[in-house]
């Protein structure tokens, strides 16, 4: 049993990770390959007062990725993404 | 909003022989969380230590109360800058817990309720410098703050200091743990600024 901490919507991703991905992720549609939830990246829950940026799925809690910057570059870890379908132009 | 700190580093004011360098002093305790706070019944609650060999070792919470208790008084210090003075804990020692365990292992990986893991030398939670800790200024530990029980270990950056503690397994080679395995320091001595790997 647990009970939510604050966290914000996946919207607050643009930004960061803007400096990573050409195409703004948060438009992206993903698939969780532990839970089976579906739906758009804004939907996600991001975990923004510790040492790094926490993503997880608002279906199952599962890590989602991880964001750090440190002085030697951003350290992105997407291990729990799951599958994401990008929006590209015809 | 900018979410990705620019990073850690850097020096503030505060007694230079009780802030370390980057940290600055705050009387409120702040809340960190990597996710939902695990609410942990202490009915269930158990600790577990397993070592290298795979012998486990495991006390409930009854047992743990039972143990000799102990009273650090410390300050602690997170990485995102902030340290803490003068706090007052109850809880068991390492040494306790860690009398009747046969091992040569070198290093610890600490586990959360949660999912949380953090990775220290075994060396650094013994001769009185860690702790199971249940109470917090004369209270039990409120889940926010890792209650009923979390990893108490003062002199390393406190994301060492697992909140919702459940076991230790004793490891012969290092294994990164949440933090570290994201670029974060291995050791993390606040003294040295160890923030990140390779500081």
Same mark, same amino acid.
């Given at each position: 049993m647990s009970t939510p901490a604050?966290? &914000?919507d996946g919207n607050v991703l643009a930004g960061p &990770?803007?400096?990573v991905f050409a195409v703004d992720v948060t438009a992206a549609e993903r698939h969780c390959a532990h839970c089976g939830d579906h739906g758009a990246f804004a939907r996600l829950r991001v975990y923004t007062d510790g040492p790094g940026l926490v993503v997880r799925c608002p279906g199952c809690e599962v890590l989602v990725l991880r964001l750090? %910057?440190?002085p %030697?570059? &951003?350290v992105l870890d997407l291990g729990g993404t799951g599958c994401i379908t990008l929006p590209v132009d015809d | 909003m900018n979410l990705i700190t620019r990073g850690f580093h850097g020096r503030r004011g505060g007694d230079p !022989?009780?802030? *370390? *360098?980057?940290?600055?002093e705050t009387h409120d305790f702040p809340v960190l969380t990597v996710g939902p706070t695990p609410r942990v019944d202490t009915d269930t609650w158990t600790f577990t230590i397993t070592t290298e060999t795979g012998a486990r070792h495991t006390w409930t919470w009854e047992q743990l109360l039972a143990l000799p208790q102990e009273s650090p008084h410390t300050d602690i210090?997170? /990485? !995102?800058?902030?340290s803490k003075l003068d706090t007052d804990w109850t809880g068991v020692s390492l040494d306790t817990l860690l009398e009747? /365990?046969?091992t040569t292992a070198e290093y610890a990986l600490a586990h959360s309720h949660g999912g949380y893991t953090t990775d220290l030398p075994l060396q650094d939670l013994t001769d009185g410098q860690a702790w199971i800790a249940h109470t917090f200024d004369g209270h039990p530990l409120d889940p926010e703050h890792g209650g009923p029980a979390r990893l108490l270990v003062p002199h390393l950056y406190f994301w060492k200091s697992a909140k919702w503690i459940s076991g230790l397994t004793l490891l012969d080679e290092d294994e990164p743990g949440f933090w570290e395995q994201a670029g974060y320091h291995d050791y993390g001595d606040p003294w040295r600024e160890q923030r990140y790997r390779g500081d």
């Open positions: 604050t966290h &914000l &990770l803007s400096e750090v %910057r440190t %030697r570059g &951003l | !022989t009780r802030i *370390p *360098p980057g940290q600055y210090h997170c /990485v !995102t800058r902030w009747d /365990v046969e």
